[in-house]
């Protein structure tokens, strides 16, 4: 039984569907306990419509899920953040957004290159991603990665170099007792789009397996129904690797810890 997601989207990134109030209804509907909002945060002097919401956006975004999180007080627990990169250049940013939301989540999609948002990262990138993604955990800012093997979308290889970068996260994700998200929404996609499947892959998480990181399921719903997954290949595969699962009441003991 589905109990928690704290990553879903809102039309505002430019590439989800749905009001928000609809994301309520059928989290409620699907039984969900906690429904955490953490749609793709917006940077100071970057437009990307088409893949974030605009940095003026972000008060309503707050206003509106606070109200909702008010009206069904009584019915689900419901939190508002970001999902972001982690950017040196932008780390006021990141601070001013943290300190009017609940959480963060770092999802590392695109590297910056003389300001600019590139996309995603490509093999000669990977070292950056590393890093970045090693910042991110150290500022203290962030609950979880997200979709931690996202880099085998742009590079579906499992070689000495995918590899490589398995274990420097799930290393990070030790020393620093940092959770990983096992995200289901490659495999929706997969059944859209009739190619293979580039996360959750299951290499990826064999290792994750074997290191012993703590994990979370993420939905990474971009429409109201995608809360209606039932996500069974993403249940097997946290089954078959004995992944090591943490609950709802861990990630909100862990905003609480990382709050205002």
């Known amino acids: 039984m589905k109990k928690y ?11 989800a569907t749905g009001l928000d109030e609809e994301y309520v209804i059928s989290a409620k509907k699907n039984g969900y306990k906690v429904l955490g909002f953490s749609d793709h945060c917006p940077y100071f002097n970057i437009s990307i419509p088409s893949q974030r919401m605009e940095w003026e956006e972000y008060p309503e975004y707050i206003e509106s899920i606070k109200k909702l999180k008010d009206k069904y007080k009584n019915d689900i627990k419901i939190f508002v953040g970001f999902e972001c990169e982690f950017y040196d250049e932008h780390l006021n940013n990141l601070k001013e957004l943290k300190n009017n939301c609940d959480y963060l989540i770092l999802g590392q ?16 990138e ?7 993604i ?11 990665l997200a979709h931690p093997d996202y880099y085998l979308r742009e590079r579906p290889i499992w070689d000495d170099i995918a590899i490589y970068v398995a274990n420097k996260i799930c ?37 994750v397996s074997e290191y012993g990181c703590k994990v979370c399921i993420g939905i990474d719903a971009h429409s109201p129904f995608e809360l209606n997954d039932t996500h069974e290949e993403v249940n097997k595969m946290i089954k078959n690797y004995n992944l090591n699962m943490i609950s709802e009441e861990f990630l909100e003991n862990l905003i609480k810890k990382k709050g205002n």
């Open 5 to 15: 997601n704290f990553h879903t989207h809102t039309i505002r990134c430019g590439h």
């Open 109 to 124: 999609h695109h590297y910056l290159k003389n300001g600019k948002c590139c996309n995603y990262y490509e093999e000669f």
């Open 126 to 132: 990977l070292r950056k991603m590393i890093d970045d």
């Open 134 to 144: 090693e910042k991110g955990i150290k500022s203290g800012l962030f609950i979880y």
């Open 171 to 207: 290393q990070l994700s030790l020393d620093y007792d940092f959770p990983l998200e096992i995200n289901t929404k490659g495999i929706r996609w997969n059944k859209k789009i009739q190619n293979d499947v580039y996360y959750p892959y299951p290499d990826f998480w064999k290792i």
